[in-house]
């Protein structure tokens, strides 16, 4: 028999996870790669696990979900709007999204179908989830202390992936992650916009950051100062792990949140002095704030929905000249519009391959 599963994005935490999976009777499912992986290539390695686990039989893929904890919360976030159309849901204990807010790849129409549960022990981070619902994307948060791993688990199960959804929304900047459903758009052009369908793209001002390198923390640690609880391999900057930055310029660091609020004002680039504490040794670091600077990247979006009173298949697109449509057998006899212009009756189920050829828009079997 088929079990629900949890797709980890992380392999360090399989011993937590796969606990709490058997608590519940649900699989598990292990990524490859490591942490020090580019962030993509971790996606794609999830990727990878999840669809091996599908095609060897031993999991349903209806109730996939994907989860993560700690400093790998904001993975959670981000495989998601990578990889919209995989999981049922997400659930993401402590942490914050902020790190993936950063990578500015966070669209919140990625969430339509795969809504995130965020559960941590700040009260504080409420806020935080009510901007990104109020951006639109689909999530919720609780309170660490009144959630219970009944709780969890009662709230994925309810979601389940439908490999057919009547209405599809997904945006992307790589046609590596532009999977949506039952649309795949294979082929880009950013001159073939459409002002019907805007960017989704969070908007979130990057924090600036110190110039000590590529430093993780845990943006939940009550203090004092910045814990640091991660850093790449091969680092050769002042830091180590468990190190605390107590202060600023002679300001002290009360937590992991006043970091953040100080980054998040930070709007030049001035030298400055941090305090770090190394056990019970304190040692003044020259530094500066490096505030990012991001460049404009266009994206792609598809918008595909079913109509079955009407026998309609709509779809919208912006900055796509290429795109696979897989029709299920429910859906033949339904006559096919793309972009307002009706294209074909689907007579049989399958793959049809809609493309824009000299300004005209055709459709044709995949080949």
């Known amino acids: 028999m088929k079990k629900p599963a949890l797709a980890m994005v992380d392999s360090n935490d399989a011993a937590h996870w796969q606990a709490v999976a058997q608590e519940a009777g649900w699989q598990t499912i292990v990524p490859g790669g490591a942490a020090s992986d580019p962030i993509d290539t971790r996606v794609l390695a999830v990727a990878s696990a999840v669809r091996g686990a599908i095609q060897s039989g031993g999991v349903d893929p209806g109730h996939i979900y994907l989860a993560g904890r700690g400093d790998s919360a904001a993975l959670v976030f981000y495989v998601i709007s990578r990889l919209p159309d995989l999981f049922a849901a997400g659930i993401a204990i402590g942490g914050s999204p902020e790190a993936a807010l950063a990578t500015g790849r966070i669209y919140t129409v990625n969430f339509s179908n795969c809504p995130v549960l965020w559960v941590t022990g700040n009260d504080a981070d409420e806020a ?118 107590t202060a600023l310029d002679g300001h002290p660091i009360a937590d992991a949140h006043e970091y953040q609020a100080m980054m998040a004002r930070a709007s030049e680039e001035p030298h400055a002095v941090a305090m770090v504490q190394r056990g019970k040794v304190r040692t003044r670091v020259e530094t500066r704030i490096l505030v990012p600077h991001h460049d404009f990247v266009p994206t792609a979006r598809v918008e595909g929905k079913y109509e079955p009173g009407q026998k309609q298949i709509l779809i919208i697109s912006r900055s796509v000249t290429e795109m696979r449509v897989s029709i299920p057998e429910a859906w033949t006899g339904a006559s096919l519009l793309w972009n307002g212009l009706a294209l074909e009756r689907i007579d049989k189920a399958g793959c049809v391959l809609l493309k824009v050829d000299k300004e005209l828009l055709h459709a044709g079997a995949c080949p």
């Open 128 to 245: 935080m989830a009510q901007k990104l619902k109020g951006a639109g994307m689909w999530m919720e948060w609780r309170s660490a202390p009144e959630t219970k791993n009944a709780d969890v688990f009662s709230w994925l199960a309810a979601r389940t992936r439908d490999p057919f959804p009547l209405d599809v929304d997904c945006e992307t900047d790589s046609p590596t992650f532009a999977s949506c459903f039952w649309l795949t758009p294979g082929k880009f052009d950013v001159s073939e916009s459409n002002d019907v369908l805007p960017r989704t793209l969070v908007a979130t001002a990057t924090p600036a950051a110190l110039d000590l390198g590529a430093f993780g923390y845990r943006p939940d640690d009550p203090g004092p100062g910045v814990l640091i609880s991660h850093l790449p391999e091969k680092y050769a900057g002042p830091l180590k792990l468990g190190d605390r930055i």
